[in-house]
Nanobody, 119 residues
């Protein structure tokens, strides 16, 4: 089992910045990638960005160039640096960790942290 705990959400004006953090604990050696998803009110959860254990990053097109995913493996922590925030970035942001043990795979989720961007 892996536990994920997010922090860093809040209210910010459009154009502002926030940094989210997610600390993993438990069986972290099984993690293959960590990243972030978000869910806006009335919408499905969507992918934002991830970083693999090899350091490769992938981003949703609408956040590319504004958001940065990074990891500190010594602290088992993944970050989401969000700049030039827009009202449409509002939502609950969830930390995600994919795992693999042999041929078995799965994922873990944090409890979510609210990000609200005012016009």
């Amino acid at each position: 089992q892996v536990q994920l705990v997010e922090s860093g959400g809040g209210l910010v004006q459009a154009g502002g910045s926030l940094r989210l953090s997610c600390v993993a604990s438990g069986n972290v050696g099984t993690i293959t990638s960590m990243g972030w998803y978000r869910q806006a009110p009335g919408k499905q959860r969507e992918y934002v960005g991830i970083m693999t254990n090899g350091g490769t990053t992938y981003y949703k097109d609408s956040v590319e160039g504004r958001f940065t995913v990074s990891r500190d493996n010594t602290k088992n922590t993944v970050y989401l640096e969000m700049n030039s925030l827009k009202p449409e970035d509002t939502g609950i942001y969830y930390c995600n960790a994919d795992w693999q043990v042999g041929l078995q795979t799965g994922d873990y989720w944090g409890q979510g942290t609210q990000v609200t961007v005012s016009p």
